[in-house]
C-alpha cells in the first residue's frame, strides 16, 4: 500500500532505515529503526505497527543514560536463568506485570533497577577466573577488588588491564594503583 508523504504530498514514502528524534521524561533522544523516507523531501517517521518499538527504543536510550537496565538487558538477564516471566518474577520479587512492562519498554525505577541487578548478580566464588580488560600505559599496576565481604588484591603484574565499563557488577569496588600509589584510579560500584 502506497503512503503519500504529508510533508510535501509530492512522492509515496518508502521502507528505509531512518534516523528518528524522541523526547522522554524532557531528554530527547535519536533512535535508528526501520521507518519510511520521502525520497522527495527526506520527510521521516514510522508506520503505526512501529510505534510500540520506537517508544521501546527511545525507553532505552533514555535507561542507557541513567545507567539503568535496558530492556534487552532484562530480557537477557531471564534468557540467563532459562526462566519464564513469572519464574523470573519470582525470582526477582516483583509482579509478573511489571517484568512484561519493563521488557516492552516501562521504564523501572532506580529502586526496581537496582534489585533486579541484586537477585540476579552471579556468586563469586573465585576471582582469579575472572579477567578484567583496558589500557594501561604500560606501567607496573595493582589490582584491589573487594568482592562481597571478601577482599583480593593481585601481584604485581605488568600485565593487568582494567576499565571501569568491563568491572562485573558484582565487583563491589575496584582501584588501580601504580607502584608509588600516586595515579589511582578507583571506583565504587
Known amino acids: 500500500?502506497?503512503?503519500?508523504?504529508?510533508?510535501?504530498?509530492?512522492?509515496?514514502?518508502?521502507?528505509?532505515?531512518?534516523?528518528?528524534?524522541?523526547?522522554?521524561?524532557?531528554?530527547?533522544?535519536?533512535?535508528?529503526?526501520?521507518?519510511?523516507?520521502?525520497?522527495?523531501?527526506?520527510?521521516?517517521?514510522?508506520?503505526?505497527?512501529?510505534?510500540?518499538?520506537?517508544?521501546?527504543?527511545?525507553?532505552?536510550?533514555?535507561?542507557s543514560a541513567h545507567d539503568l537496565l535496558t530492556s534487552d538487558e532484562i530480557v537477557a538477564l531471564r534468557h540467563r536463568f532459562g526462566e519464564n516471566q513469572p519464574e523470573f518474577a519470582n525470582r526477582v520479587g516483583v509482579g509478573v506485570a511489571s517484568i512484561k512492562r519493563w521488557e516492552l519498554g516501562k521504564i523501572q525505577d532506580?529502586?526496581?533497577?537496582?534489585?533486579?541487578?541484586?537477585?540476579?548478580?552471579?556468586?563469586?566464588?573465585?576471582?582469579?577466573?575472572?579477567?578484567f580488560q583496558a589500557i594501561t600505559g604500560g606501567t607496573s599496576l595493582w589490582l584491589d577488588c573487594t568482592v562481597n565481604a571478601g577482599s583480593y588484591s593481585t601481584q604485581r603484574n605488568t600485565d593487568i588491564r582494567v576499565n571501569a565499563a568491563t568491572v562485573p557488577p558484582y565487583i563491589a569496588s575496584w582501584r588501580i594503583r601504580g607502584d608509588n600509589d600516586r595515579n589511582t584510579t578507583a571506583s565504587a560500584a
Not at 533522544?29 to 520506537?54: Q, R
Open 1 to 63: 500500500m502506497k503512503i503519500l508523504c504529508i510533508s510535501c504530498t509530492k512522492a509515496d514514502l518508502r521502507k528505509a532505515k531512518v534516523q528518528l528524534p524522541g523526547t522522554i521524561r524532557g531528554e530527547d533522544y535519536t533512535v535508528e529503526m526501520e521507518g519510511l523516507e520521502c525520497p522527495n523531501c527526506g520527510y521521516k517517521t514510522v508506520d503505526g505497527k512501529s510505534m510500540a518499538e520506537f517508544g521501546r527504543l527511545v525507553a532505552d536510550k533514555y535507561r
Open 110 to 131: 532506580r529502586q526496581s533497577n537496582d534489585l533486579l541487578i541484586e537477585k540476579t548478580k552471579p556468586q563469586v566464588e573465585n576471582l582469579q577466573q575472572y579477567n
